[in-house]
């Protein structure tokens, strides 16, 4: 279990500082457009160093996504970026196209294979391990009996290099994500992180001869699959021989982060404590079912579920924006806030982050208004909550309430 490491999703400065406070051993992030989440809020070259300081000061890595295709025209940009991660201490670089390969190699970078590269099989797996490569990450579609299959063989043919899978979040209808659907219907090609995945949408069939005649293709969306949820079975993954556990979800909010990150340093706990029930486990996959997902399944891990289509957002808690963080005064642990849109009320669940602040739940004990009690407020109006964690002016405030309440 020393081996053992927790990978999570760092899509803005918020969501990276969440990960480390939640007990992720590493975090995985990319720079603005050069990398598969083009969508995400991602970092610029000049943030590297700062990044790579607060991982190291909390002894936990950082692994630079470079993990889409590239053209000749960006080549220049790649050895910049490149030589700027070897000097800001980037622990790895993840990707899949040999330029990259070539120049983090050079640069003495440890180079992670990207599950874009569809690794599936031992041979594959020995070529990639030639080439360098100290980790590779498995394509989605792999069985847990492939999985075991290539560590037992790298472990015999004494190849030295890490397994990385999957654990949580979105899957893609496509073979490891190598979709083209977004770029034929709109433009933006998913191999470019740039999918608006046009397959979570509904979908229907019309007659050719009279439009007018159409159909809606059942109750499904039929490309969409629900995510990944492997909270259930990680001891199984681990006797598979996989070392690093991934969390995706590198466009999805610090609330996810925090909840999934938890959820699953709890569960890695458990098992290396030999107090891991599958009692446990229901429950943290319960809690996982609070934050965004699509509905849960296995994934591959056991063959694909028959039941693996997603009938949409399956959250059964939901934020609801309220304001933000006017100031904070760190002696009385009061923040001061502005109601811009619904209200609070003493005993609401609250959920504020920001661009410098990791995601944090808070349930409002009390409320004041030019230092009187209050019930609730309204928007307009200005108020002290005590918070008991650091936030900052400019900070979201939401209120989170039960998903069937605002059906």
């Not at 999985?147 to 890490?162: L, N, W, Y």
Request: a neutral charge.
């Amino acid at each position: 279990m020393k081996n053992i490491e927790l990978l999570a999703p760092a899509g803005t400065w918020s969501c990276l500082q969440t990960a480390i406070e939640n007990g992720a051993d590493a975090v995985y992030f990319g720079i603005t457009h050069m990398n598969m989440r083009d969508n995400a809020g991602n970092f610029e070259i000049n943030e590297l160093p700062g990044i790579m300081r607060y991982l190291h000061e909390h002894t936990a890595k950082g692994y630079l996504t470079l993990n889409t295709i590239y053209y000749n025209r960006e080549l220049p940009k790649l050895r910049q970026i490149v030589s700027a991660a070897k000097d800001a201490g980037v622990d790895a670089i993840i990707c899949w196209d040999m330029a990259v390969l070539r120049m983090a190699r050079d640069a003495g970078i440890p180079v992670h294979i990207s599950t874009q590269a569809s690794v599936s099989n031992y041979q594959a797996f020995t070529f990639y391990a030639e080439l360098g490569a100290s980790r590779i990450i498995l394509a989605r579609e792999c069985a847990l009996e492939d999985i075991a299959h290539i560590s037992r063989q790298a472990k015999e043919d004494g190849v030295d290099c890490d397994i990385e899978t999957f654990v949580h979040g979105a899957m893609c209808v496509s073979e490891s994500g190598r979709c083209f659907l977004s770029a034929q219907t709109f433009g933006k090609s998913a191999n470019r992180g740039r999918c608006i995945q046009p397959c979570r949408r509904l979908y229907r069939i019309t007659d050719v001869e009279d439009e007018e005649n159409a159909y809606v293709i059942g109750h499904n969306y039929v490309l969409s699959p629900k995510d990944l949820c492997s909270i259930e079975f990680l001891p199984d993954l681990i006797a598979a021989g996989i070392r690093s556990f991934k969390i995706e979800g590198r466009i999805r909010p610090p609330e996810y982060v925090k909840t999934t990150v938890s959820c699953y340093r709890q569960a890695l706990d458990a098992i290396s404590e030999g107090v891991y029930t599958p009692t446990f486990a229901a429950q943290l996959k319960e809690k996982l079912a609070k934050t965004y997902n699509r509905g849960f399944s296995k994934g591959f891990y056991h063959g694909l579920d028959a039941d693996w289509i997603s009938p949409g957002p399956a959250a059964t808690e939901v934020k609801i924006y309220c304001g933000e963080v006017v100031n904070y005064y760190t002696n009385i642990q009061v923040a001061e806030c502005i109601i811009r849109a619904d209200g609070l009320s003493v005993g609401d669940k609250i959920l504020i982050y920001g661009k410098n602040t990791p995601a944090h739940y808070h349930v409002i004990r009390e409320i004041q208004i030019h230092h009187e009690s209050v019930p609730s407020v309204v928007r307009g109006e200005n108020c002290g909550i005590k918070i008991p964690f650091q936030v900052r002016p400019g900070d979201k405030l939401f209120r989170i309430t039960d998903a069937k309440e605002i059906i």
